[in-house]
């Protein structure tokens, strides 16, 4: 199993600028979870997603769109790219199990700087 | 509200045991995670633990849970240059998982 891949690795935008980060994971999990990390912080969430078809907000939605037409892939959407959006982005994917609730497998992540 | 705390720096010489402290603030919280994250690389699972246990033990990883002080810590015996990271506590709340900022973890030779 690859597990959770990201593309790109890197990406400088220019304000205004859309791109579409990719995720995929190989692990026939049901949720798929965006999040970013700015420097010296914890994880903000992004969106979510609990199967193919449902999306839902999280704590930082703004400026930002997904989709998630398949099991395997949960893309995440810039539109308009603002400096603000300067930020490691993480996928993860979960099954959820009794026995270890949650526990999340991350992607390498994108660094994106927005200029 | 959910809340995860954690230290931001944590020093500690080769051999010697690091201890990484959390508080969180939900206590409906079902399992509090504790991540690793190296330079460049996402986060990966270090250990976990259930919500009605008090300690854990998984090789030089011990987890202590203090449920009435929301109080979360991981202890990493003989600690080693490779155990240079960012260490992550985490609650999970139904299908979220709210992370704190994470403890720099660094280790002199």
């Known amino acids: 199993n690859a597990g959770v891949t990201q593309t790109p690795k890197f990406r400088i935008l220019k304000i205004g600028q859309s791109m579409t980060l990719q995720c995929t994971q190989d692990m026939n999990h049901n949720y798929m979870y965006w999040y970013r990390q700015d420097p010296g912080m914890g994880l903000k969430l992004i969106y979510y997603s609990v199967g193919a078809g449902i999306t839902d907000k999280g704590e930082v939605p703004n400026g930002y769109n997904v989709s998630r037409s398949t099991t395997e892939d949960f893309p995440l959407r810039l539109e308009l790219a603002a400096p603000s959006q300067t930020s490691v982005y993480f996928c993860?994917?979960?099954?959820?199990?009794?026995?270890?609730?949650?526990?999340?497998?991350f992607g390498p992540g994108t660094r994106l700087l927005v200029l | 509200g959910e809340d995860v705390e954690q230290s931001l720096f944590l020093s500690v010489r080769e051999g010697d045991s690091s201890v990484i402290n959390c508080t969180y603030t939900d206590s409906s919280s079902t399992y509090l995670y504790w991540y690793k994250q190296e330079p460049g690389a996402g986060l990966q699972l270090l250990t976990y633990?259930?919500?009605?246990?008090d300690m854990k033990q998984d090789q030089r990883l011990t987890v202590l849970l203090n449920k009435k002080d929301k109080h979360l810590s991981l202890r990493i015996a003989d600690t080693q240059t490779g155990d240079s990271a960012i260490y992550f506590c985490?609650?999970?709340?139904?299908?979220?998982?709210?992370f704190g900022a994470g403890t720099r973890l660094f280790v002199k030779a």
């Open positions: 633990i259930f919500s009605n246990m």
């Open positions: 993860a994917s979960s099954y959820p199990a009794r026995t270890s609730g949650e526990t999340q497998y």
């Open positions: 985490a609650e999970s709340i139904g299908f979220k998982t709210i």
